[in-house]
Structure formats: structure tokens, C-alpha cells
């Protein structure tokens, strides 16, 4: 007479593997997407706490929209150059005029209102550089315990609103504050 083993076959095995690949495949979209959402709301959250530290710089400064950019003294704007975050860190700018960009720039004024260089970055958005191309990103020179961190920001300022009086704009729910900018 045969005795009866409790062990699994080699068919009941590969019958249970094939269930939890059956099951893996279908789960992992959902998770894919169950992050994509949760991306979605900290993008929503950053972009929220970017505006309302907009409206507070705004009110300390008499209805008067943040810079975009700043000038040197000869009165050159550089809006177009990197920024330093903050606008005096760097012992030994390259060039020294940096600082003077940087300091009225939007993200340092921002500083003391959100107080935070991560919510400059939209965690959804891919960052990406073209190695010796210019695209038109900001991006931001923060320090760090390297020598120069280069970090970036996923926002854009609305440039046509640089020092713009706040209460003149006429519908201010259908004016663009932040786009998103792939940055570095």
C-alpha cells in the first residue's frame, strides 16, 4: 500500500507560482497609478503653499508681485543666468554678478515665506538636461556638503507679472501664477 505525503507536487507548485503572477500583473498598475496620485497631490500641495507664499510676499510688500529676475549695476537683467539659492552662499560666485541675479530672484524672496528648496521641485515631473544646451529651465545653485549642489526647480514664474501691482489684475483665477518647467 501507498503512503500518503503531505508535500506539495511539482504541478500544485508551479499552479500556486502562476496565481501570484497572474495577481502580481494585475497589481502593479494600480500601484503605478496609486503613485502617480499621490505625486499629483504633493504637485497640487507645492504648487498651494507657492501661491499663498506669493500672497503673503505681495501683502509685506504693498500689493507688489515678486521679481522674476534681477539686474546687474549697469542694468543688465539676468533673467536667463543660474540663480544662487541663497543669493549669498557662494563664497566665490562665477560670475560675481550672479549674486546680483540671485538675490531679488523669485525663489530667494520666496525663501523666508515657505522656507523650504524642495518645494521648488515637482516630484511628478522628469528632470532632464541636455549637457551643453540651454533650455530655458531655471536652475537653482543650492549649497550642500559638496562643494556646489546643482538642484532645480519644476516651476516657472509668470514673467509678466515681475513686480506687477496685484490688485490691477482684473481676473486673477484666470492668470497663470506657476507653470510647470522641466528643470534641472
Not at 62 to 77: F, I, N, R, S, Y
Request: charged fraction near 15%; proline fraction near 8%.
Amino acid at each position: 500500500m501507498r503512503k500518503i505525503s503531505n508535500a506539495f507536487t511539482l504541478i500544485e507548485l508551479l499552479v500556486v507560482i502562476a496565481i501570484i503572477a497572474i495577481l502580481a500583473a494585475i497589481l502593479f498598475p494600480v500601484f503605478a497609478e496609486a503613485k502617480e496620485s499621490a505625486k499629483s497631490a504633493s504637485d497640487l500641495s507645492n504648487i498651494k503653499q507657492l501661491a499663498l507664499a506669493v500672497a503673503m510676499y505681495s501683502t509685506d510688500y504693498d500689493d507688489l508681485m515678486p521679481l522674476g529676475h534681477g539686474t546687474d549695476a549697469l542694468g543688465v537683467q539676468g533673467w536667463n543666468f543660474f540663480k544662487y539659492v541663497p543669493a549669498d552662499w557662494a563664497a566665490n560666485p562665477v560670475p560675481p554678478v550672479r549674486v546680483d541675479y540671485s538675490r531679488p530672484f523669485i525663489m530667494n524672496t520666496l525663501q523666508p515665506y515657505v522656507k523650504n528648496d524642495q518645494i521648488m521641485q515637482s516630484p511628478g515631473m522628469t528632470k532632464f538636461i541636455r549637457p551643453g544646451s540651454h533650455d530655458g529651465a531655471i536652475r537653482l545653485l543650492v549649497p550642500s556638503g559638496d562643494p556646489v549642489k546643482v538642484g532645480g526647480s519644476s516651476y516657472a514664474f509668470n514673467g509678466l507679472l515681475h513686480a506687477y501691482n496685484s490688485t490691477a489684475i482684473a481676473a486673477p483665477a484666470e492668470l497663470p501664477l506657476f507653470t510647470e518647467k522641466n528643470g534641472a
